[in-house]
C-alpha cells in the first residue's frame, strides 16, 4: 500500500468515527447540566417501584432527556417523613448552598405521612412556606410536585388529601415569585386514570405508595408538564429566563 493509499485510508476512518459520534449524540460538547435537589418522602425517594428512582427522579431524567441537558440529582426524599421533619427543617439550608445557586429545588411532599399523623393543616402549610422561602432566598428554582395518586387517595382520604394538596398550590401560588413552578401530579393523574379506564390497583401498591407502573405513570405526567413550563432547560451555570 502506498503512502497516499494509506492517508487516504486513516482519512477515511476518522470520517467514519466522527460520524459514528455524530449520530450516538457524542460531538465532544459537554451537555448543557440541570442542577437538581429533591425534598420529599417515601413516593419521592422510589419506595416501592423496582428501578429505586420513583417518580420525580423518573420525570426529570425523561424531561432532561428529552431536551439533551444532563440531570444531577441529589435526592434527600426521606421515606416516612412529614411536611414538618425535623430533620429536613434544620437540614434544608444547607443541602441548596451545597446545590448551588442554580439548581433546581423540588419540593415533593406525599402529604399522608401527615394526614397519618394528624398533623395540623397551618403547621404543614408553614412548613412548607419555610422551605420555598429558603430555596427562593438562595436565588434557587424552586418546583412544587405533588403526589401520585395511590388506594389511600380514593378510599381512606378521599376528601382530605386532595383538599390538602390544593392548600399547598395556592400557598405556592401567593409567592408569586417567576422562579416558583407548580406541578399537580396528583390531578393530572386522577384524570389520566379515569380516561384510560384503569383501578387504582392497577398503579398501587399497598394503600399508600405507587407500584413501578405507577410511578412510570406519574413521572410522564410530571415530564409532559416540565415539558411545557420549561421550554428552555434551567441548565447551570447560566441560562435563558425560564419566563
Not at 15 to 32: E, F, N, Q
Not at 56 to 70: F, I, S
Not at 138 to 154: E, G, M
Request: charged share 20%; hydrophobic share 45%.
Amino acid at each position: 500500500m502506498t503512502g497516499i493509499a494509506r492517508r487516504l485510508l486513516g482519512i477515511f476512518g476518522l470520517l467514519v468515527v466522527a460520524l459514528s459520534l455524530v449520530g450516538m449524540g457524542h460531538t465532544g460538547t459537554p451537555r448543557p447540566r440541570m442542577s437538581v435537589l429533591i425534598v420529599g418522602g417515601s413516593a419521592a425517594d422510589g419506595w416501592l417501584d423496582r428501578t429505586h428512582e420513583g417518580y420525580v427522579v423518573r420525570g426529570l431524567l425523561d424531561y432532561a432527556r428529552a431536551e439533551r441537558v444532563r440531570a444531577d440529582i441529589v435526592n434527600h426524599a426521606i421515606p416516612g417523613a412529614r411536611v414538618v421533619n425535623p430533620t429536613v427543617q434544620r437540614g434544608l439550608a444547607q443541602w441548596v448552598r451545597q446545590a448551588g445557586r442554580h439548581a433546581v429545588v423540588v419540593l415533593a411532599w406525599g402529604m399522608l405521612n401527615d394526614l397519618k399523623r394528624h398533623t395540623p393543616t397551618p403547621r404543614i402549610l408553614a412548613a412548607l412556606a419555610q422551605q420555598i422561602a429558603i430555596a427562593l432566598a438562595a436565588h434557587d428554582t424552586v418546583l412544587i410536585v405533588t403526589p401520585p395518586a395511590t388506594r389511600a387517595t380514593y378510599r381512606r382520604y378521599p376528601r382530605a388529601e386532595p383538599r390538602l394538596v390544593a392548600q399547598e398550590v395556592a400557598l405556592a401560588r401567593s409567592f408569586d415569585s417567576a422562579r416558583l413552578y407548580i406541578v399537580n401530579v396528583l390531578a393530572s393523574e386522577r384524570r389520566d386514570l379515569a380516561q384510560a379506564g384503569l383501578t387504582i390497583t392497577a398503579v398501587t401498591r399497598g394503600p399508600f405508595h405507587p407500584n413501578t407502573r405507577g410511578a412510570a405513570l406519574a413521572g410522564q405526567l410530571l415530564a409532559a408538564s416540565l415539558r411545557r413550563i420549561w421550554p428552555h432547560p434551567p441548565t447551570a451555570p447560566s441560562r435563558p429566563p425560564l419566563r
